[in-house]
């Protein structure tokens, strides 16, 4: 007897013959399941076999191990995984999840490879039908695990032991537990003076004096690198006029825009910013006033928004605003896509950014809209997390906002701290322990010393110059610094000691001011309870440069010039955590013969030579009125002038209701009554009378 078989995907035809070859039965068998699968299932794809020459082809001339454009490298199989800037590249098992996809479909801008011919459909397909396999590196091998997300939970790990001796402090003893693997001998430290003139900039934002340096370098008092850290710290007015800069890029806070009204959107919170930074205000009190102010004097300016251009979507509605920016600034988590639709690259989706929203709107059910589109949906207040949301106590705006800065200082929330340490370590060290300060869900360098340092920081108050003093004295801080080449990868960096930084605007022309006498000299407002009160610098110039009236204004307090803009301070119409680091073609300008640069070298030289003949104080000026779109009355005292000059400049606005002119109606008041300005007569060449 012989059996022949017909095989096929559905079922299989058996026919039973007997030996004489005539037809016995024939009968229809059903394959089992697990051959039905193997049936149908497609050959896994072979990732150095079929996807690395795709890439080696179409990607590596952004994407290699070299120029890591975004941060990320498909150099490898490694590089792959680890991803970029934005996080995760690939989400093994989603192809609809992962933003190489999206990148490579052009369903995220710009269509990758850019401004080249795009894959051709076959080839996204497989690339594709690899990440939905597992995106293995075989076919045998095991499916690729799951990028890391943060937890939201903060727990403070246990202080390990070590073998270098001198890492003692608990911070230290982390970063050896990570350094020791990684080198053959415990690493050297910095020299006394540049360890000084890392810390002088990074609390004042000023350089030391020469007699500073040479009596820290003649100092032989053991821990006298701690006590300097503190010493700065204990000076509030300097260490405030440094970090205002930090914190103005962070809270869109910007006095010298002009074009920006409180009519057109934008509320200055200058006088109490300045205030908290010098009072150091607990830095859960610090984001629970932001997000629910209440109290006279509350910086309500920042849920206002930047709507200078007006509502164009509904994306930019200041409640919306006040969901990103939150999210963005304090939690590490970016909700700019999914504004406008369920993100394409995380699991944040439209209605997680308009329920966030809803906290802040001016009422407790928002319409939803997917690209300006109405959905007839509407959000209610929601929080991302849903294990920490609290439901507000009425429907009132009021009840809605503490709400919500009852749950962003919650001591479950472990991103809030985990966020601002990152902040402060990259802005100290030149790269943060996770290498997006924005996006809080990539992986860390070292999550204990991330642990650690977000612990300690709750244990001790939320005490913010506490923190910063935690990692000065350091010796990570301490460490020789390293240069940056090109861009670093996300994951797979490894830690060797603080990145090469540079000056930024603020601390360059502040630099020029203490270098050259070149300050902005003004007679200061009346203080106010929370307003900022301007401080001398930090060492007086030479007796020829010494000013008889007045104090000298710090970079922050004066709008920005070409030459700030072109060394890298923002106009803040947005969150900026990060400013631009590489060198451009304007500030090489601004630096060769740029007008405001060589003015001020120009005058410094005169100065030196005693060729400068003296000028007088200025009583009013856009640093004292504190914002400069603004018609409020104002009153300068000039009683003791013998000359009075009035002086209107430029300042680059078309703006109607800015380019007023600063003076305009104005008139002298005195014993004998008013005179109207516009009444004087010239006397002649050098002033006016009456």
């Not at 890391?148 to 911070?171: H, K, N, Q, S, V």
């Not at 439209?350 to 329920?355: E, F, M, R, T, V």
């Not at 110039?541 to 920005?560: D, F, I, K, L």
Request: glycine share 6%; charged share 20%.
């Amino acid at each position: 007897m012989g059996i022949f078989g017909v095989a096929a995907n559905v079922t299989c035809c058996v026919i039973v013959l007997s030996a004489a070859g005539e037809r016995a039965s024939k009968r229809w068998l059903a394959p089992s399941r697990e051959s039905a699968s193997h049936l149908s299932q497609p050959r896994l794809v072979d990732f150095e076999r079929q996807i690395q020459p795709i890439i080696n082809d179409r990607c590596l001339e952004c994407h290699s191990q070299d120029k890591r454009k975004g941060g990320l490298s498909l150099a490898s199989y490694a590089d792959a995984l680890d991803g970029g800037r934005n996080g995760p590249a690939i989400r093994p098992g989603s192809a609809t999840r992962s933003i190489l996809i999206h990148r490579l479909t052009g369903a995220v801008e710009p269509q990758m490879p850019k401004d080249k011919d795009p894959l051709t459909p076959a080839e996204i397909a497989l690339i594709r039908q690899w990440i939905d396999q597992g995106a293995r590196r075989t076919p045998t091998s095991a499916r690729a695990p799951q990028p890391w997300e943060a937890p939201l939970a903060l727990t403070m790990p246990a202080i390990p032991r070590i073998t270098w001796t001198a890492w003692d402090a608990p911070l230290d003893r982390f970063v050896a537990k990570y350094l020791a693997p990684r080198t053959k001998t415990e690493p050297a430290l910095v020299s006394d003076a540049l360890f000084a003139r890392r810390a002088y900039l990074d609390v004042w934002g000023l350089l030391p004096t020469p007699e500073q340096v040479q009596r820290f370098i003649g100092d032989t008092t053991p821990g006298k690198r701690a006590a300097l850290v503190a010493s700065l710290l204990a000076d509030d007015e300097k260490y405030a006029e440094h970090w205002m800069s930090f914190w103005n890029d962070l809270l869109r806070n910007e006095d010298g825009v002009t074009y920006f009204s409180e009519t057109a959107g934008r509320k200055s919170i200058t006088d109490w910013l300045f205030a908290s930074l010098k009072s150091n205000m607990p830095y859960d009190q610090f984001v629970t006033r932001l997000i629910n102010p209440k109290d006279s004097g509350d910086p309500d300016g920042f849920l206002v928004g930047v709507n200078w251009r007006g509502e164009t979507s509904a994306a930019v509605t200041p409640w919306m605003q006040a969901s990103q920016n939150t999210a963005q600034l304090f939690l590490g988590i970016n909700l700019k896509c999914n504004a406008c639709h369920d993100s394409f690259v995380s699991k944040w989706k439209l209605k997680d950014a308009y329920s966030l929203a809803a906290y802040f709107a001016p009422e407790p059910k928002l319409q939803m809209y997917r690209c300006d589109v109405a959905l007839n949906r509407f959000a209610e207040p929601d929080f991302l997390f849903p294990e920490l949301n609290r439901r507000p106590a009425s429907p009132s705006l009021a009840d809605r906002r503490a709400a919500a800065a009852s749950i962003f200082t919650d001591r479950r929330m472990g991103r809030m701290p985990r966020t601002l340490v990152n902040r402060i370590w990259q802005r100290l060290l030149g790269r943060g322990l996770v290498a997006n300060a924005d996006e809080m869900d990539g992986v860390p360098w070292s999550s204990e010393v991330l642990d650690w340092l977000a612990s300690d920081f709750v244990d001790g108050g939320y005490n913010v110059k506490r923190l910063v003093g935690t990692i000065l004295s350091s010796r990570a801080y301490a460490l020789p610094a390293v240069p940056r080449t090109g861009e670093p990868p996300a994951r797979g960096y490894v830690f060797a000691g603080p990145e090469v930084r540079r000056l930024t605007a603020e601390q360059f022309a502040d630099a020029i001011g203490e270098i050259t006498g070149e300050w902005n000299t003004y007679q200061p407002r009346a203080p106010s309870s929370t307003s900022a009160t301007p401080a001398r610098p930090p060492s007086a110039p030479p007796p020829s440069m010494s000013r008889t009236s007045g104090v000298y204004g710090r970079e922050w307090r004066v709008a920005s010039t070409s030459l700030s803009r072109a060394l890298g301070r923002p106009i803040r119409d947005q969150v900026t955590s990060t400013r631009a680091v590489h060198a451009s073609t304007p500030e090489a300008l601004e630096l060769v013969n740029g007008e405001l640069l060589t003015r001020s070298l120009s005058r410094a030289a005169r100065r030196l030579l005693g060729q400068l003949p003296a000028e007088p104080l200025s009583l009013y000026n856009r640093t004292v009125a504190g914002r400069t779109a603004t018609s409020s009355a104002f009153e300068v005292d000039v009683s003791g002038a013998a000359k009075l000059w009035l002086v209107v400049q430029e300042n680059g606005s078309n703006v109607p209701e800015v380019i007023e002119p600063v003076w305009a109606q104005a008139e002298f008041v005195g014993p004998s009554g008013t005179t109207p300005l516009a009444s004087l007569k010239p006397a002649d060449s050098d002033g006016l009378r009456q």
